[in-house]
């Protein structure tokens, strides 16, 4: 009976994403977030624990410290410790193509679930911290998934959100409106067909989705272009939610040497929302606003984290003239937890800020 159910539902979200090819009229807002925002005081929290392999700090409860680490022959890529005490609560994967390996990580959390990801053996783990904490025996398992996207989120069940790499148009181009839709629900092994003409637009199709059930709400917030876009959980259109920023038009360029034409930034990439946070009442997105040129260093970037509610209402608005890497939410949304670097712009730090 169950498996019944699992399919009927996993049909109907198929069927959906498949007819949703077409133009979406979107009810679209603009949100000028500096009409009122507030410059942070930046806190640098001293961490009693040897942390020289860290690329990523999240804080999780105002407890833990999860540490995503540059690759290395003797260190795991996650570590967890207690920030207070700096004992070691846990540390898995190595650096490797075996079991419990990865050849490369990457690190996101969404309130209580941490999701780490090898993009290159194409393995991905969601992890519920809460049980990992309380139970020494959890096993984190990372599954192998087919569909190649720029990023993916736990739906339910067996079933991922992803980007759909195929979703792109340019009139000044000539890359037509193929009506694909912008997100689509599938399993770990289906690896489905592209348009009957299509370009390659993975390159160009950066950003992170962020999937709330409660609040019956999936985010698409573009790494590219200073928007984000809100679904209901069966992928209705909800809102639109534009930036009222400086960010200028995109150069784009077109490869036609390689079997399929493919779509690349010209000469500079944009940086827009980049990564977030959340609560279950909450969203908080880190957003760049900016252009990377060729002699350009990230360092360079400041910071925006911008807090909205799940139905893109923007309730605040956080400066820094720093570059942010990470970001991670206290229990009592009054602070916010962020990587950043050192004065010298060698070495990543933990910082934190108030936001009320």
Same mark, same amino acid.
């Given at each position: 009976?169950?498996?019944?159910?699992?399919?009927?539902?996993?049909?109907?979200?198929?069927?959906?994403?498949?007819?949703?090819?077409?133009?979406?009229?979107?009810?679209?807002?603009?949100?000028?977030?500096?009409?009122?925002?507030?410059?942070?005081?930046?806190?640098?929290?001293?961490?009693?624990?040897?942390?020289?392999?860290?690329?990523?700090?999240?804080?999780?409860?105002?407890?833990?410290?999860?540490?995503?680490?540059?690759?290395?022959?003797?260190?795991?890529?996650?570590?967890?410790?207690?920030?207070?005490?700096?004992?070691?609560?846990?540390?898995?994967?190595?650096?490797?193509?075996?079991?419990?390996?990865?050849?490369?990580?990457?690190?996101?959390?969404?309130?209580?679930?941490?999701?780490?990801?090898?993009?290159?053996?194409?393995?991905?783990?969601?992890?519920?911290?809460?049980?990992?904490?309380?139970?020494?025996?959890?096993?984190?398992?990372?599954?192998?998934?087919?569909?190649?996207?720029?990023?993916?989120?736990?739906?339910?069940?067996?079933?991922?959100?992803?980007?759909?790499?195929?979703?792109?148009?340019?009139?000044?181009?000539?890359?037509?409106?193929?009506?694909?839709?912008?997100?689509?629900?599938?399993?770990? =092994?289906?690896?489905?067909? @592209?348009?009957?003409?299509?370009? #390659?637009?993975? +390159?160009? *199709?950066?950003? %992170?989705?962020? &999937?709330?059930?409660?609040?019956?709400?999936?985010?698409?917030?573009?790494?590219?272009?200073?928007?984000?876009?809100?679904?209901?959980?069966?992928?209705?259109?909800?809102?639109?939610?534009?930036?009222?920023?400086?960010?200028?038009?995109?150069?784009?360029?077109?490869? =036609?040497?390689?079997?399929? @034409?493919?779509?690349?930034?010209? #000469?500079?990439? +944009?940086? *827009?929302?980049? %990564?977030?946070? &959340?609560?279950?009442?909450?969203?908080?997105?880190?957003?760049?606003?900016?252009?990377?040129?060729?002699?350009?260093?990230?360092?360079?970037?400041?910071?925006?984290?911008?807090?909205?509610?799940?139905?893109?209402?923007?309730?605040?608005?956080?400066?820094?003239?720093?570059?942010?890497?990470?970001?991670?939410?206290?229990?009592?949304?009054?602070?916010?937890?962020?990587?950043?670097?050192?004065?010298?712009?060698?070495?990543?730090?933990?910082?934190?800020?108030?936001?009320?």
């Amino acid at each position: 009976m169950y498996m019944f159910r699992y399919i009927l539902f996993f049909s109907l979200i198929l069927l959906h994403s498949c007819s949703s090819r077409n133009i979406i009229q979107w009810e679209t807002e603009v949100s000028d977030f500096r009409k009122n925002f507030q410059v942070v005081h930046l806190e640098k929290i001293d961490l009693p624990f040897d942390d020289i392999f860290v690329r990523h700090y999240f804080v999780y409860a105002d407890t833990i410290v999860i540490l995503l680490n540059r690759q290395s022959t003797d260190k795991h890529f996650l570590e967890l410790f207690h920030l207070k005490s700096g004992k070691q609560m846990g540390a898995y994967f190595l650096y490797g193509n075996g079991p419990n390996e990865m050849l490369n990580a990457r690190v996101k959390l969404n309130r209580n679930i941490l999701t780490i990801e090898d993009i290159i053996k194409k393995q991905i783990a969601f992890v519920n911290l809460d049980s990992l904490l309380l139970n020494k025996s959890y096993k984190i398992i990372a599954n192998p998934y087919k569909v190649v996207t720029q990023d993916r989120e736990q739906y339910e069940n067996d079933l991922l959100a992803v980007i759909n790499p195929y979703c792109f148009t340019n009139d000044e181009l000539k890359v037509p409106n193929n009506q694909e839709p912008r997100i689509v629900i599938t399993d770990y =092994n289906t690896l489905w067909e @592209p348009p009957e003409k299509y370009y #390659n637009t993975f +390159p160009v *199709s950066n950003g %992170k989705i962020i &999937c709330n059930k409660e609040k019956d709400r999936i985010v698409f917030a573009s790494g590219d272009e200073p928007f984000f876009e809100i679904y209901d959980w069966y992928l209705h259109p909800v809102k639109r939610v534009v930036l009222l920023s400086d960010m200028e038009k995109i150069q784009y360029s077109i490869r =036609n040497n390689e079997a399929v @034409p493919k779509v690349v930034f010209l #000469n500079r990439v +944009p940086y *827009s929302f980049m %990564k977030y946070c &959340c609560s279950d009442s909450h969203l908080y997105l880190l957003f760049i606003g900016d252009f990377l040129d060729e002699d350009d260093s990230i360092f360079d970037f400041s910071s925006w984290v911008l807090k909205y509610d799940w139905d893109g209402n923007l309730l605040g608005s956080y400066y820094s003239d720093r570059y942010f890497e990470s970001i991670s939410l206290s229990s009592d949304e009054k602070k916010i937890y962020a990587t950043t670097y050192d004065e010298k712009k060698e070495l990543p730090i933990l910082v934190s800020f108030n936001i009320q």
